[in-house]
T-cell receptor
Framework: NAGVTQTPKFQVLKTGQSMTLQCAQD?????MSWYRQDPGMGLRLIHY???????DQGEVPNGYNVSRSTTEDFPLRLLSAAPSQTSVYFC????????????FGQGTRLTVV | KNQVEQSPQSLIILEGKNCTLQ??????????LRWYKQDTGRGPVSLTI?????NTKSNGRYTATLDADTKQSSLHITASQLSDSASYIC??????????????FGKGTKLSVKP
């Protein structure tokens, strides 16, 4: 019963490097999203998707790209990493409609030097 | 502006004691409110959900309350255990639906339970 799986758990990047954070869920949830969590800031929404082929921006989308080619996967791409993107990133998914619970992955701790 | 404010920011209690965490929100239109528990190094996990018509709901040693008139919620932890040490996050949903673009997160209360 995997739930939401994020990889990698830890990553160090140099400024200007690119990388993709992976997120996969096996619960057939239509809604998926990416958040970043910084000290004293709480969780902030980066991008979200309401289904395959559909994505939208959240509160802090700049510097990040997403795509949703399948129901299961929702990767987050950093095209040119900046120190301001040092954070803990969480992927979440939830079922359609209703008073839905968001199921979170275990997070990716990213450091940009 | 839709906001969720939590207090206190952090709290230290002795094992076996009770505590209450507060959540005030200015979110409209309100759909529901969830309390999440986030252990260090892990993702948040839902503890309980409160809808507009519910005043109190218990989940083991956790009891959540909701006053929709004053837009306040509380999470009461009874007979605390060391494993209760975590951050507790209040999350309010806008409207009725599953879109995670409609979730408003509080910054959390960091609870430390000491032996």
């Amino acid at each position: 019963n995997a739930g939401v799986t994020q990889t990698p758990k830890f990553q160090v990047l140099k400024t200007g490097q690119s990388m993709t954070l992976q997120c996969a869920q096996d619960m057939n949830h239509e809604y998926m999203s990416w958040y970043r969590q910084d000290p004293g800031m709480g969780l902030r929404l980066i991008h979200y998707s309401v289904g395959a082929g559909i994505t939208d921006q959240g509160e802090v989308p700049n510097g990040y790209n997403v795509s949703r080619s399948t129901t299961e996967d929702f990767p987050l791409r950093l095209l040119s990493a900046a120190p301001s993107q040092t954070s803990v990133y969480f992927c979440a998914s939830s079922p359609v409609e209703g008073n839905t619970e968001a199921f979170f992955g275990q997070g990716t701790r990213l450091t940009v030097v | 502006k839709n906001q969720v404010e939590q207090s206190p920011q952090s709290l230290i209690i002795l094992e076996g004691k009770n505590c209450t965490l507060q959540c005030n929100y200015t979110v409209s239109p309100f759909s529901n409110l969830r309390w999440y528990k986030q252990d260090t190094g892990r993702g948040p996990v839902s503890l309980t959900i409160m809808t507009f018509s519910e005043n109190t709901k218990s989940n083991g040693r956790y009891t959540a309350t909701l006053d929709a008139d004053t837009k306040q919620s509380s999470l009461h932890i009874t007979a605390s255990q060391l494993s209760d040490s975590a951050s507790y996050i209040c999350v309010v949903s806008l409207n009725y639906g599953g879109s995670q673009g409609n979730l408003i997160f509080g910054k959390g209360t960091k609870l430390s339970v000491k032996p």
